[in-house]
């Protein structure tokens, strides 16, 4: 039942996105994209989210923590999965020059080192890419910024930077099409919080950092 849920809301966050991008009457402005030649080949590119002003919404399961609290646009879980360690949140997706090119799909699922992470951002004038990375643990969020001085129910202002993936470890490009078909890579996932009111509700910026390369075609 867990599983057959997982799949219903990638299938239906796809299913939407795919609508979004193929229906024929739509033609999305071709932004120039903001990459830069890595030193040992590939390129590299930076996607931003701003918060809160491009959530669009989040699960309201236990899991989710300030996450799927304090926020506009929550999306409710069925009674058997609100204790599930699962948080699903939807967002605007910027590039490096602050424009938004884009929606995504954050999953996460699990915890401790089984915890696993997929993004599915979809820029319609470019392309999907998918991205996946292990061991983000829960309630990392909420750790940084309890050790920062956060206190539930108070507001809190500073800096906290919280990698979302293990340490030493690099998430995986995964998959891609349009532009991004056939590329491989790493990524990177930062928040970095400076706010959160009395309501719980995060201001800061989450930042995907990529390189990619097409992977080198086997000689004949």
């Not at 809301?9 to 030649?37: D, K, M």
């Not at 954050?106 to 319609?124: D, E, F, M, Q, Y």
């Not at 983000?136 to 309890?146: C, F, M, N, Q, W």
Request: proline fraction near 5%; include cysteine.
């Amino acid at each position: 039942m867990k599983t057959l849920f997982l799949i219903a809301i990638v299938c239906g966050f796809g299913g939407t996105l795919a609508g979004a991008h193929y229906v024929p009457w739509l033609e999305h402005a071709r932004l120039p994209s903001h990459t830069s030649v890595v030193a040992n080949g590939g390129r590299a590119e930076q996607f931003l989210i701003r918060l809160p002003a491009d959530r669009i919404a989040a699960t309201d399961g236990e899991a989710g923590g300030l996450r799927g609290t304090g926020t506009e646009g929550t999306m409710l879980l069925p009674a058997q999965f609100v204790a599930e360690p699962l948080l699903v949140e939807h967002f605007k997706v910027r590039d490096a020059a602050d424009n938004v090119v884009g929606v995504a799909a954050r999953h996460w699922h699990g915890s401790g080192a089984a915890a696993t992470t997929t993004w599915s951002i979809l820029i319609p004038s470019r392309g999907a890419l998918v991205l996946n990375a292990f061991g983000e643990p829960r309630g990392a969020l909420e750790s940084a910024l309890r050790a920062s001085g956060y206190s539930a129910g108070n507001a809190w202002d500073g800096r906290a930077a919280v990698t979302m993936i293990s340490p030493g470890e690099l998430g995986v490009v995964a998959t891609g099409t349009g532009e991004f078909e056939g590329l491989s890579g790493s990524y990177t996932e930062e928040w970095t919080v400076a706010a959160v009111d009395e309501n719980g509700r995060i201001s800061g910026t989450i930042e995907l950092k990529t390189i990619t390369s097409q992977p080198a075609s086997l000689p004949q």
